[in-house]
């Protein structure tokens, strides 16, 4: 299973484009994948409680964040159609995942120290890759260096749309 990424919002600071533009994109790319363009600190994150933020509602993928709710239609968001599917959502830190038609979801702040955007999902389960944590789908230590486990969020299916209360 690949490594899914879902990013709203977020920037480059200039160092780090400037890293880019030396090391070249492609390199970049194929060397951090994805969140290497979306770990940004917090400050550069956009803040779901920051008027700044995209506007709820219209996202193209289909993931609306909203104080503490995200909501995320199905029916456009389909990469958590089947069982193994996930997402991480670094706006929300927040994981989701399809696990044999249920939905579980988490906070995507790890307990060992604090990565929030390295994440992995397969055979059910998740793997910070930071320090090489491992999480069962209820957020339970199946393998450290973390000690305690993820904070779980409910899950509520309404037809095609999941809500995750945090
Ligand atoms: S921060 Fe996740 S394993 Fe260290």
Redesign the pocket.
Same mark, same amino acid.
């Given at each position: 299973m690949g490594k899914h990424i879902e990013s709203i919002g977020g920037s480059l600071t200039d160092s780090r484009r400037k890293f880019i533009e030396k090391a070249g994109l492609a390199t970049i790319m194929s060397t951090f994948g994805v969140a290497f363009f979306t770990s940004c600190s917090s400050t550069e994150d956009a803040d779901p409680n920051n008027p700044n933020n995209p506007p709820s509602g219209d996202q193209p993928n289909g993931i609306t964040i909203s104080g503490t709710t995200v909501r995320i239609d199905l029916s456009v968001q389909t990469r958590l159609a089947a069982s193994g599917g996930w997402l991480l959502i670094q706006n929300a830190r927040t994981l989701v995942a399809n696990v044999n038609g249920s939905y579980v979801a988490m906070t995507s702040v790890?307990t &060992? +120290? $604090? =990565?929030f955007d390295s994440w992995t999902f397969a055979n059910n389960r998740f793997t =910070?890759t =930071? &320090? $090489? +944590?491992v999480f069962d789908p209820s957020g339970r230590v199946l393998q450290g260096?973390?000690a305690s486990p993820l904070q779980q969020y409910t899950t509520q299916l309404s037809g095609t749309t999941l809500t995750i209360t945090r």
């Open positions: 790890c &060992h +120290s $604090g =990565c =910070c =930071c &320090h $090489g +944590s260096p973390a």
